[in-house]
């Protein structure tokens, strides 16, 4: 069990904090890259961006510390948990109110759905 608990962790924590910093130095060419999303250069869309792209860094280096410091284990699957199934149940809404999005944000969602599973049965396996 432990070895799926590294990898969920390792994955998870990779995952959030390359994205995290690729979003947070150029979220203009990242959305365009990764989803097909056309950013404009207005500041105040800039600035949200970059503020969910600061948080996910963040949680990206709280969960990896869950690698190295075993008290902290719980709660980088905790968030783990919180920040991909946040994620995929606000996209899933967001399939179903505003319709198909594109092949990049589909794939996301998925590996959302997967990775905050993941943690999740770590967090019931391990901890009950």
């Known amino acids: 069990m432990e070895i799926i608990s590294i990898a969920t962790l390792s994955l998870s924590a990779l995952m959030l904090v390359f994205v995290g910093i690729m979003r ?6 990242t959305y365009g890259k990764n989803s097909g999303i056309r950013l404009e250069r207005d500041a105040s869309l ?32 905790l968030i783990a948990s919180l920040i991909f199934l946040g994620f995929a149940i606000g996209r899933l809404i967001s399939l179903k109110l505003d319709g198909k999005p594109s092949k990049q944000i589909t794939q996301g969602i998925l590996f959302e759905l997967v990775l905050g599973l993941a943690n999740t049965f770590c967090l019931i396996t391990i901890y009950s």
């Open 46 to 77: 800039l600035n949200e961006m970059r503020g969910v792209s600061a948080v996910m860094l963040s949680a990206g280096i709280i969960i990896a510390f869950g690698l190295f410091i075993e008290k902290l284990t719980f709660s980088s699957h």
């Open 24 to 29: 947070l130095s150029n979220p203009i060419k």
